[in-house]
């Protein structure tokens, strides 16, 4: 009897970890589909819709708009402060200093980030995560109860705070910008011309001012990225993942929770999609989509994979995720290398010449073959490139702990 408890606590184990490892890489796939805007599009600087009028693109535009949005990086946020606990917890079990190897672990992340944005794609998000992740360790051994609340503060007061301000002030005040429209669609021209026919000294500078705006952007929102930090240390410390047939019940309460908050703010914010960006309201409407409709429907999203994967079914067909989850590193990275080779002058040039249309199929493409090299690779490896290098790195010349 004592064997086979053993034995079920592996399989439980074994299941819990693809089911993460699923979330991870269907949220890989949105997180490709919503960049693939900024990979191929001079997005920094004018809109898609400006381009490609055409009722196709438009819905595609929208589409991504409404289901794509703030709500990826969101669960990616997520399970990132999932991974902070489940990292910490089996570190403290093994050695004196966790909060010392995770330290070093955000480093080399940091590295591998600082790498990605300024000689591959200014786009990356793992330096922003690495550098707010040593603000996550001051969190741990904080209560469940505060890490909601202080995650709920960051969600609601941006907006509260943005609604008085321009009720004080001007109106106007927000959404008007420095630079005209004229000069705007004059960036946009040149950034699609460095992209696409530039040589690799000129890719580089136009990168270098792109990952200006785009640290800016994430600076933006940074609340939210550190909110879903939060609520994924929550999940962490109350133990959801440990057994998540006995938290079903409550699984369900927060996705249906989720939809009830977040649908109604991400039609009206799509709706407001397009719009001059030259009054309170749209401001407004913006900062709710991303502060509370890209959370919300990023937590719909990840219980109501959850809940499906619960049936056999669906568990066998999204199980191929699971290798694109435990290799999210070099799937990120790769995806940054498949696409600038495809847009930018040194591979296909294709920059500024992709509608969204043919984005949204790029991108199913560019995921259908990660599934498929992920798993292939998997079947002789333990772990995929970056990650072995992250691992080695982290715990070279320590003991290791398994974590």
């Not at 693809?18 to 004018?46: H, K, Q």
């Not at 480093?107 to 000689?119: A, D, P």
């Not at 002789?380 to 003991?399: A, D, M, Q, S």
């Amino acid at each position: 009897m004592k064997n086979n408890a053993i034995l079920m606590k592996q399989i439980t184990t074994s299941k819990r970890i693809n089911e993460i490892d699923i979330v991870r890489g269907i949220a890989l796939w949105g997180i490709l589909i919503v960049n693939m805007g900024l990979f191929s599009f001079p997005a920094l600087y004018t809109g898609a819709g400006e381009v490609w009028q055409d009722n196709l693109n438009r819905a595609v535009i929208n589409a991504v708009n409404f289901l794509g949005e703030g709500k990826f990086i969101s669960v990616f946020s997520f399970l990132f402060g999932l991974g902070f606990t489940i990292f910490m917890k089996r570190a403290a079990a093994k050695t004196a200093q966790p909060k010392r190897l995770f330290a070093r672990r955000l480093l080399i992340l940091l590295g591998i980030g600082l790498v990605h944005s300024y000689f591959i794609w200014y786009g990356d998000v793992l330096v922003i995560y690495s550098v707010f992740g040593f603000v996550l360790m001051l969190f741990w051994n904080t209560s469940a109860q505060s890490l909601l609340s202080w995650a709920f503060y960051l969600l609601i007061l941006p907006v509260v705070l943005f609604l008085i301000a321009g009720l004080v002030l001007d109106e106007t005040a927000y959404g008007t910008s420095n630079i005209s429209i004229i000069q705007q669609r004059q960036l946009a021209a040149y950034a699609t011309h460095t992209y696409s026919n530039g040589s690799l000294r000129d890719i580089f500078l136009q990168n270098m001012d792109d990952l200006r705006l785009t640290r800016l952007g994430y600076l933006s929102i940074s609340p939210q990225i550190f909110a879903m930090f939060l609520l994924g240390a929550y999940a962490g410390i109350k133990g959801f993942f440990d057994n998540l047939n006995a938290h079903e019940s409550r699984i369900r309460h927060i996705q249906i929770g989720a939809l009830i908050i977040g649908l109604p703010i991400a039609v009206a914010s799509t709706l407001y999609h397009g719009q001059p960006a030259d009054s309170l309201a749209y401001t407004v409407m913006e900062m709710m989509g991303s502060y509370l409709a890209g959370p919300t429907l990023g937590l719909f999203y990840l219980t109501s994979i959850l809940l499906l994967l619960r049936k056999e079914s669906w568990y066998a067909w999204l199980k191929p995720f699971a290798a694109v989850g435990r290799m999210a590193a070099t799937n990120y990275i790769m995806q940054s290398v498949i696409c600038v080779f495809i847009c930018y002058s040194f591979g296909l040039g294709k920059y500024g010449a992709i509608s969204p249309f043919w984005g949204l199929v790029l991108s199913t493409v560019i995921i259908l073959f990660q599934i498929g090299i992920s798993n292939l690779w998997l079947k002789y490896f333990k772990f995929g490139p970056v990650e072995w290098i992250w691992r080695y790195l982290t715990y070279k010349n320590l003991p290791q702990t398994g974590a």
